[in-house]
């Protein structure tokens, strides 16, 4: 082709792709063109102002690209997005969860204030109490605001409205997430707690586990004790999730964690974060192989699967 | 499957607009907004960033009257295109009854067009879906960029890509003149609700 026509097609292009939003191509065709120009400039007259503005161009492009980057992932959405979401994306069967279900979707979709408003009118309903009270927590934590959720904390702890049982659930709950973000505010326990402490308290399991409170799990830190009074934890990132099961890619060369586990070993302090929040649960290994073939051969394949959050 | 109210005599249908960013999913649905008029129900509504990409979704409700007694409500949805609202992508993507998926037939889109089909892939099956069981219509969007000189790829270079082994209707669209929308649209619900019916065992 004709070289000006070809340079003339690429910044056509480019026009074009903008104005689509396309803007990684458009920079790539800007580029290109620029290139071209530079190499036949003594053919092309006006080649001078012709670079300046392309430099321009991709100046421009490079500023949206790197808009659109730091774009946050959430946004405050108007009422008739929430009541959508709040409506649409709560599909439990039951319908006395269907409530409790749209807050928890509106919180996934990131409308922590509406979730919250949401969350405190279900803590009047016996049935949901722990659940709504939980979902609290991580929504304060969620937006970032560690010090809204000791300060709700405190004022449960004041009042009499939450079973103390409960309240020492989301004592653990809040403890430990403090302690994951490295804030070293100590939360008062609840009386029940303080008499029974070293106690383990008994675990939510599997089938009282709400697959709606499972969220998206990026990764996990696995603690396993090594003798009596030391421990280990390692962290993994998440390859792949099916609701509550969890897989991890391990590479052979972790021995002393693959030594410590097999199918059916219960890991008793497993951490998940998830981009809201992170949890401290316990999780069953249910499988564990070692893949054959492919660019990880040799590494091992291990599912998890999440017994209590 | 499709929310049945037997009490309420109503069938909600879910309905997905699919595919990778910036190919016309909107566009789609706000054509269909302007031409659908009488079995539209509501306000299209859009989730979207400050700029005019989809962050949660876009929904517009319909309503295609009675089907043995049962009232048919669709609900259209679309992703958000952008690689990184994976997450939200596929909890859009939950439940869903009929999927409309739209390509770009920009040639430099070629590679995001089959990752995108890759992508809906592996959401359906962690759904218990497949994708070779689900309604689904393919839609070649942005034909008219052909005739204004842009490299755009020919629909049998797409099918090939994408519609090999899927081997289900496709529709060649400019989501933006409004050209094709409406048959894939027709075409989808029509495989959806058949295979509701098949379902309901009707
Ligand atoms: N020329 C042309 N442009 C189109 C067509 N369809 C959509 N567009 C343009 O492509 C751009 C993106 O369209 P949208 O409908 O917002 O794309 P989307 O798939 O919803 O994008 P995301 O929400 O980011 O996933 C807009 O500038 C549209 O005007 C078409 O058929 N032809
Ligand atoms: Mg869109």
Known sequence: MDVKKEIKSLLNQAEVYKSQGLVKEAGDKYIRAAKLIQKNAKNIGNHKSLLQSISKQIRLVKESIRKQEEEPADREMSEQVQEIIRTKFAFSQDEKRLEIDGAIALAKFGQYARALDEFKKILGKEDFRLEAAKNIIRCHIARDVPDDAVRQYNNWLSETFLPGEQLGQIHRLLQDILKKKGIDTLLSAPEEIAETEGESSPAETAPGLNENEILDISSVGITIPEAEDRSRTYEYDVSFQSGSIINLLISDRDHSFLKSIKKGTVLEQTQFYSPIAMFEGKSLVVSVSRIESGPKTGHYSVDIQIQSI | ?202
């Open chain 2, 1 to 202: 499957m499709a929310n049945i109210n037997l009490k309420a005599r109503e069938i909600e249908v879910k309905i997905v607009y699919y595919g990778p960013g910036r190919c016309g999913k909107t566009t789609n649905l706000e054509q269909i907004f302007k031409a659908f008029r009488k079995q539209v129900t509501g306000q299209m509504v859009s989730a979207d960033t400050e700029g005019d990409r989809t962050l949660y979704f876009d929904f517009l409700p319909m309503g295609l009257g009675k089907i043995k007694g049962y009232e048919v409500r669709v609900q259209l949805y679309t992703v958000p295109g952008q690689v990184k609202y994976a997450s939200t992508r596929k909890m859009v993507l939950r439940e869903v009854d009929g999927l409309v998926f739209v390509a770009d037939s920009l040639e430099v889109r070629r590679e995001k067009n089959m990752l995108s089909l890759k992508d809906l892939h592996m959401n359906l099956k962690d759904y218990g879906l497949t994708i070779f069981k689900v309604p689904l219509i393919l839609q070649y969007n942005k034909r008219d960029l052909g005739e204004q000189g842009l490299p755009v790829m020919p629909v049998s270079l797409m099918e090939r890509d994408l519609n090999r082994q899927l081997k289900v209707p496709s529709f060649p669209a400019s989501a933006i003149k409004g050209e094709g929308v409406a048959p894939t649209l027709k075409a989808c619900l029509k495989l959806t609700l058949q295979s509701l019916k098949k379902q309901l065992g009707w």
